[in-house]
């Protein structure tokens, strides 16, 4: 078996900010509620995500035999202060996505092992496995919080047949790295900084697509509708995490 100490050295030789493993098995509705979220429509045109659902839950089905998930994380920082186009963080970071995939399969080549590299176009859920793998906790604006650079990340995964030490199980052991969990429950900054009120006040977190600035403004460019209110972003939007006071703690610039 793969050791997890091993792993994570080989992520951060090949420059990764951090790394963990978690076992491959299904995300349960209460870790993942795609379901609910289709079902209320809050993904709007989004057909893809229609497509493979059993699939986005359950990393057995992507590959078959899978055994773990080897989840990465590569941190990029928050937006800017100096920029005012109002392009938000992610695309002032555009580039990381390349150099992401770059360096999985660089770490799939240093372990020597088969997997599938996931990063962007695989139908696999980055963030929710990141949560699984215990590397943050998804927060009421729907993204990973992690605890050191807190929402300003990029992940990406290697899904492989090798039975690896997860972190699961060495939480199971009494070894939990780091101390995660929701930590949001008195919290609703986030909610209340969104103009549009597309992020659900309650319950699992979940984001209506539909009144998100970043939904008309990244990827496929859609007709704004009159009442999103974008306070001036042309490219994607940043007030939620803005909000966020884990953000607050973060301070690496590139
Ligand atoms: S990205 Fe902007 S518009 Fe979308 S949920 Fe966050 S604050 Fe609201
Ligand atoms: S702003 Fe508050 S409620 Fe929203 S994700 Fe951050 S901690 Fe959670």
Known sequence: MLSLDDIKQAALA????????????ALTDDEYPLREWLRQGWHGDLGYMERNVEMRLDPRLLVPG???????????????PQRTDGVAAYA??????????????????RLGIDGKVCCD???????HWAARAGLGWIGRHTLLITPRW?????????VTTEEVESEERRMENGERRTEVGDRCTR???????????ALAPDGPPMLDVRRCTAYYTTHQQRPL????DTRGYTQGC???QLACPFNGIVKIHH
Request: charged share 25%.
């Open 66 to 80: 899978a055994k773990s998930v080897i989840c990465c994380v590569s941190a990029y920082g928050p937006p800017d």
């Open 14 to 25: 090949v420059g990764f900010d951090d790394c963990s493993v978690a076992r491959a098995d």
């Open 225 to 228: 509708p009159p009442d999103v």
């Open 187 to 197: 919290c609703h900054r986030c909610v209340d900084a969104c103009p549009n009120h």
């Open 121 to 127: 176009t695989v139908p696999i859920s980055d963030k």
């Open 92 to 109: 002032q970071h555009r580039e990381y996505h390349s150099v992401v995939k770059a360096m999985l399969f660089a770490l799939r080549e």
């Open 150 to 158: 807190g929402t300003w990340v990029n992940l990406g995964e290697i």
């Open 238 to 240: 940043d007030l939620c």
